[in-house]
């Protein structure tokens, strides 16, 4: 059993920046690919970001590579979101999910464990 808990998340202005921070606990934290997801109002769930067990690899959506970088400190057992140049768009709730020794996916069905979300608000 995993339990996340995502932080962080606010309003902010087109421009800006937010880290987010999940910090997970129950099991080896090293063992977990992470995922950031994030769903928008009256939208699916889509996928942001991931980061693997290996602590090698990193997947990032079209829509957020180059403003968005996921990463993680094993010893904290904490992984992050930091999010640069924000757009409207990118408002939604975002969701931190786990998958044991799991590959770089971008589809949710894949990760087992989830947050309960954290929000994030971007005024134009």
């Known amino acids: 059993q995993v339990q996340l808990v995502e932080s962080g998340g606010g309003l902010v202005q087109a421009g800006g920046s937010l880290r987010l921070s999940c910090d997970a606990s129950g099991r080896t934290f090293s063992d977990w690919t992470m995922g950031w997801f994030r769903q928008a109002p009256g939208k699916e769930r889509e996928f942001a970001a991931a980061i693997n067990w290996r602590h090698d690899g990193t997947y990032y959506a079209d829509s957020v590579k180059g403003r968005f970088t996921i990463s993680r400190d094993n010893a904290k057992n904490t992984v992050y979101l930091q999010m640069n140049s924000l757009k409207p768009e990118d408002t939604a709730v975002y969701y931190c999910?786990?998958?044991?020794?799991?590959?770089?996916?971008?589809?949710?069905?894949?990760?087992?464990?989830w947050g309960q979300g954290t929000q994030v608000t971007v005024s134009s």
């Open positions: 999910a786990a998958e044991h020794l799991g590959g770089l996916w971008s589809e949710d069905y894949k990760y087992e464990y």
